[in-house]
């Protein structure tokens, strides 16, 4: 076998083996999501036949509608996609709703400690539109903190939406 047929089988073997685990690490990271989920007794991200079928319901704290259940554990922005898809207003709270969350007694059943919020900032992104600040909050001790790097963004939390009270 001359030697640039061995190069290409062995080089195209390793990219099979490479995309095999990155694979497997996506099915691994799935399995490991859903897990903390049941875990910690929330439904994960609901297809969007689930969503549609599921009836919502909220309390009423000020001029919000806050959801009774968790959207889900996930990261803010599939909370942002889930929300849109949910539509009628539904949103992830800004830090007012996130404090709203963490005082009220009437919320129940927060099961992570941190929970995800966004805020328009007043600054503009270059395709025009406004620029986000993540954040989450702790309903433990109440600390917020300011999501700034992609791994603080991508990481998982609860989410809990809102919308302005109709």
Same mark, same amino acid.
């Given at each position: 076998?001359?030697?640039?047929?061995?190069?290409?089988?062995?080089?195209?073997?390793?990219?099979?083996?490479?995309?095999?685990?990155?694979?497997? $690490?996506?099915?691994? *990271?799935? #399995?490991?999501?859903? %897990?903390?989920?049941? +875990?910690?007794? /929330?439904? !994960?991200?609901?297809?969007?036949?689930?969503?549609?079928?599921?009836?919502?319901?909220?309390?009423?704290?000020?001029?919000?509608?806050?959801?009774?259940?968790?959207?889900?554990?996930?990261?803010?922005?599939?909370?942002?996609?889930?929300?849109?898809?949910?539509?009628?207003?539904?949103?992830?709270? $800004?830090?007012?709703? *996130?404090? #709203?969350?963490?005082? %009220?007694?009437?919320? +129940?059943?927060? /099961?992570? !400690?941190?929970?995800?919020?966004?805020?328009?900032?007043?600054?503009?992104?270059?395709?025009?539109?406004?620029?986000?600040?993540?954040?989450?909050?702790?309903?433990?001790?109440?600390?917020?903190?300011?999501?700034?790097?992609?791994?603080?963004?991508?990481?998982?939390?609860?989410?809990?939406?809102?919308?302005?009270?109709?």
């Amino acid at each position: 076998m001359p030697m640039k047929s061995f190069k290409f089988i062995f080089f195209s073997l390793i990219i099979m083996a490479c995309s095999h685990r990155q694979k497997s $690490n996506t099915l691994d *990271l799935t #399995l490991a999501i859903d %897990s903390m989920a049941v +875990k910690a007794g /929330v439904n !994960n991200i609901k297809t969007d036949n689930q969503q549609a079928k599921r009836e919502i319901s909220f309390c009423k704290i000020d001029h919000l509608d806050i959801m009774n259940e968790d959207l889900g554990i996930m990261n803010v922005v599939q909370a942002e996609e889930e929300a849109l898809k949910i539509g009628d207003g539904w949103r992830l709270p $800004n830090e007012m709703g *996130l404090n #709203l969350i963490y005082e %009220s007694d009437s919320i +129940k059943n927060l /099961v992570t !400690n941190y929970y995800v919020g966004v805020e328009e900032s007043v600054e503009i992104a270059e395709d025009g539109s406004k620029e986000k600040i993540y954040m989450r909050k702790s309903v433990v001790n109440g600390e917020l903190i300011t999501l700034q790097t992609k791994d603080e963004i991508y990481s998982i939390y609860g989410a809990r939406l809102v919308r302005d009270h109709h």
